[in-house]
């Protein structure tokens, strides 16, 4: 096995994208936990967002996975694997939150806003040039440990 080193520093770009992409989370876990609890253990009449207990509840679960989704699209960008599904979540909480702003009927505008700020932040930082040198290096350091040549310089003639 190669004498690999992955335990790089984290760039500040990375760690302010994660820092800004974690804006989404406590409303999801806070979302997860009223569904459920309405949908399963305490129901309310009328449901809040659906018509029935069992939408609740149904509700609550999709919350929950977003949540878990998002913690481990958090968790693989700041550890240098993956940094598309932490893109993903951050373009969909964009598309959300421009939808709750600029309708008046989903409530008052402040938290949209904020996770409008936020979002924004996260994908600007995490396509920095630091950024994607960062995962690349993990990429590159993975590969190596795996036995796998790099692909730009096993195409490189050496004769």
Same mark, same amino acid.
């Given at each position: ?18 820092? !800004? ?14 569904? %459920? !609890?309405?949908? !399963?253990?305490? +129901?309310?009449?009328?449901?809040? %967002? ?11 679960? %999709? ?48 938290? +949209? ?8 932040? !996260? ?27 790099? +692909? ?8």
């Amino acid at each position: 096995m190669t004498d690999v080193a992955l335990d790089r520093d984290t760039p500040g770009p990375v760690v302010g994208a994660v820092a !800004a992409g974690v804006a989404p989370l406590p409303f999801l876990a806070v979302y997860a936990t009223l569904f %459920i !609890a309405r949908g !399963a253990f305490r +129901p309310v009449n009328p449901p809040d %967002i659906t018509t029935t207990a069992h939408g609740e509840l149904a509700a609550g679960f %999709i919350a929950l996975a977003i949540f878990l989704v998002g913690a481990l699209s958090i968790f693989w960008f700041v550890g240098g694997s993956r940094r598309w599904l932490f893109v993903l979540g951050q373009v969909a909480t964009l598309g959300t939150a421009v939808g709750f702003a600029t309708d008046s009927t989903t409530g008052p505008m402040g938290i +949209p806003c904020m996770l409008i700020a936020t979002s924004a932040t !996260a994908l600007i930082l995490g396509f920095l040039p630091q950024s994607t040198s960062y995962v690349r290096a993990h990429r590159r350091d993975r590969r190596q440990m795996r036995g796998y040549p790099d +692909p730009v310089e096993a195409s490189v003639d050496v004769r």
